[in-house]
């Protein structure tokens, strides 16, 4: 392997300098001092302005549907119109997107963002009552859904939602749709299309609220990460520097040459409804001009069938996709030559997979990030040569992001040693919607408390040691243990429960319930699994419950001592 034709320190020093397009500067935030891309784009509307330049190229790929960037935008431009005119929304008003990704949700997204309101995208994967949590808990006055999410929220039209009855617009609509409701492409006619000139101008800036993305609570209930404008794009500068300073620091040992020109292709793996498909990905590809490639839902054969079919440059998601793909049975039929990056996070990665990556990829770069909701994707990036030397961390923070290991009383820690990371930057949420104590709890002075535990090298590069908060990371969907424990003490058969991961090679971990019920009480594995099925969305129920006549481990202050339990049942079972 070449060595690096620039240090790290020097290409920072070269992109950052006053006058580059990568200038850093600092500016008071919400009271405090902060680092700043300075030519950052200022809203999100400004960002779906700048698209136009990219014209008739290619943008959205969904099956055989084909959007270029000039029709997206219009579709996104009057979609904004309609919602100032039709529905009377004002900046900050809420509008929530509940569907899988279709190219109906870029085009709610932008069109929602570009109307000043905040947008509020929920997870597709939710249940009918999780679903309607989120859209009374952020107060939409606008839905934007497809079918199958109209169908779980039913039920809940005639009594919490009746407010958005008539404010609800269906995409992919099979059959007749509810009262009140208009289907997507009834919406967009081609008279309101026509009559498109430009984006409304609804006043909003950098700090105002973009969007309300729900993270799971460790009080069990979801919690709406507030983001502002400056917050995404931010991460679309970050993204944007990263790329730069990988091409600035590129060995001469990487064959770049063949890549100059063309349009890159993202192949999309990850929801929409998430941090990273959002910024990281939606928002990247239209600043930048790439075209992206939708699934129906993720298969590692139809992976491979599109990466050759459309040119596919970049893909990933969480390590488990990249995985999946490496070991398809397709994998060495299929022409993979056009991919240039292998980009995830989410998840934790094995070390192993940046070797796998370069043998199955030769041209391709691995690249691993770091970052939360609440951090609007990426903070830290390990990229190129360096994440092949040091394939166990998450990389350095990128110029804007400060970090900082901290003991439990919140004060630094010296270089590598292990505690809380925090960080602070311009890509820090404000705060939890609606939620003082939990803000409170989890922001201090523009620090974010991540609850991760970590350590930092004499080079700044990250290492995630082990997880603070109490959850199990199934293929990069958090579901915090609390949260399943809980509608497991529902059942009246039940006493005491505890949720811990289970290994899994491709998921990294699937959940596991062990169960002591209640005296006289009589419930099944299958009857348990149920009964938390109709509580929570399908991800979040276990896979295996254990069992047992005993009382759970616990130390001296009555905390399930979950790492002993895991160990016991995983070794005993012969789990892997």
Same mark, same amino acid.
């Given at each position: ?20 397009? +990568? ?24 960002? @779906? ?39 009377? &929304? ?12 279709? *190219? ?10 570009? $109307? ?36 779980r929220l039913e039920p809940h039209f005639d009594a919490e939602l009746a407010g958005l009855a008539g404010a609800t617009v269906v995409a992919r609509a099979e059959g007749a749709v509810r009262a009140g409701a208009v289907r997507f492409e009834d919406l967009l006619t081609a008279d309101v299309l026509a009559g498109v000139t430009g984006l409304p101008q609804p006043g909003v800036g950098p700090e105002d609220d973009a969007t309300i ?18 917050? &995404? ?72 069938? @599109? ?7 970049? +893909? ?69 040569? =360096? ?11 990128? *110029? ?20 809380? @990371? ?34 930092? =090298? ?7 040691? =082990? ?25 009246? $058969? ?22 002591? @019920?209640?005296?006289? $009480? ?14 929570? $969305? ?39």
């Amino acid at each position: 392997m070449g060595r690096p034709v620039m240090s790290r320190a020097e290409a920072d020093a070269t992109l950052t300098a006053p006058g580059q397009l +990568f200038e850093v500067g600092r500016e008071v935030i919400r009271g405090v001092p902060t680092r700043v891309w300075r030519n950052a784009p200022p809203t999100l509307a400004a960002v @779906l302005e700048q698209s136009r330049a990219h014209g008739e190229a290619v943008f959205l790929v969904y099956e055989d549907e084909r959007i270029t960037f000039a029709e997206h935008y219009r579709r996104a431009a009057a979609l904004a119109h309609l919602l100032i005119d039709r529905y009377g &929304i004002r900046p900050g008003d809420r509008v929530a997107i509940a569907m899988r990704n279709f *190219p109906e949700w870029p085009m709610a997204f932008w069109g929602a963002a570009a $109307a000043g309101a905040v947008v509020v995208p929920l997870n597709a994967w939710w249940t009918g009552p999780e679903l309607a949590y989120g859209l009374t808990d952020s107060g939409a006055r606008v839905l934007f859904a497809d079918r199958e999410r109209m169908e779980r929220l039913e039920p809940h039209f005639d009594a919490e939602l009746a407010g958005l009855a008539g404010a609800t617009v269906v995409a992919r609509a099979e059959g007749a749709v509810r009262a009140g409701a208009v289907r997507f492409e009834d919406l967009l006619t081609a008279d309101v299309l026509a009559g498109v000139t430009g984006l409304p101008q609804p006043g909003v800036g950098p700090e105002d609220d973009a969007t309300i993305f729900y993270t799971s609570g460790t009080t069990g209930v979801p919690k709406g990460a507030v983001g502002t404008h400056r917050n &995404i794009c931010t991460n679309l500068w970050s993204l944007f520097f990263t790329n730069a300073r990988a091409g600035l620091r590129r060995t001469a040992s990487t064959p770049p040459a063949e890549w100059a020109g063309g349009q890159n292709a993202y192949l999309l793996s990850v929801p929409f409804f998430h941090a990273t498909g959002c910024h990281s990905v939606l928002v990247a590809n239209t600043a930048a001009g790439g075209k992206l490639v939708m699934m129906y839902r993720w298969n590692p054969e139809r992976a491979l069938e @599109l990466i050759e079919r459309e040119r596919i440059t970049t +893909f990933g998601g969480v390590p488990a996709m990249v995985m999946q793909v490496l070991d398809s049975p397709d994998f060495e039929k299929r022409d993979i030559s056009s991919v240039r990056s292998v980009a995830y996070g989410g998840a934790p990665a094995p070390p192993d997979l940046v070797r796998r990556i370069k043998q199955h990829f030769p041209g391709g770069q691995p690249s691993n990030g770091y970052g939360l909701t609440e951090t609007s994707s990426v903070s830290t990036m390990n990229n190129g040569d =360096d994440y092949v030397r040091k394939p166990d961390s998450v990389g350095p923070p990128v *110029p804007v992001v400060e970090i900082k290991v901290v003991d439990e009383e919140g004060r630094e820690l010296p270089e590598g040693q292990v505690g809380e @990371l925090w960080i602070k930057g311009p890509n820090v949420v404000r705060g939890y919607w609606n939620k003082p104590e939990a803000t409170a709890a989890t922001f201090t002075d523009g620090w974010l408390h991540t609850g991760d535990v970590a350590r930092i =090298d004499d080079e700044g590069f990250v290492y995630i040691v =082990d997880r603070a908060k109490d959850m199990v990371i199934r293929g990069g969907e958090n579901v915090y243990c609390v949260e399943v424990e809980a509608a497991l003490h529902e059942s009246p $058969a039940v006493a005491e429960c505890a949720v811990i991961g289970i290994p899994h090679p491709i998921l990294g971990e699937e959940v596991g319930a062990v169960v002591r @019920l209640r005296a006289g $009480a009589a419930a099944t594995e299958e009857e348990l699994r149920r009964h938390v099925a109709g509580r929570l $969305a399908g991800f979040k129920v276990p896979v295996r419950v254990w069992i047992r006549d005993e009382e759970l481990p616990r130390n001296p202050a009555g905390k399930v001592l979950k790492r002993e339990l895991r160990e016991e049942l995983l070794g005993s079972e012969g789990a892997a």
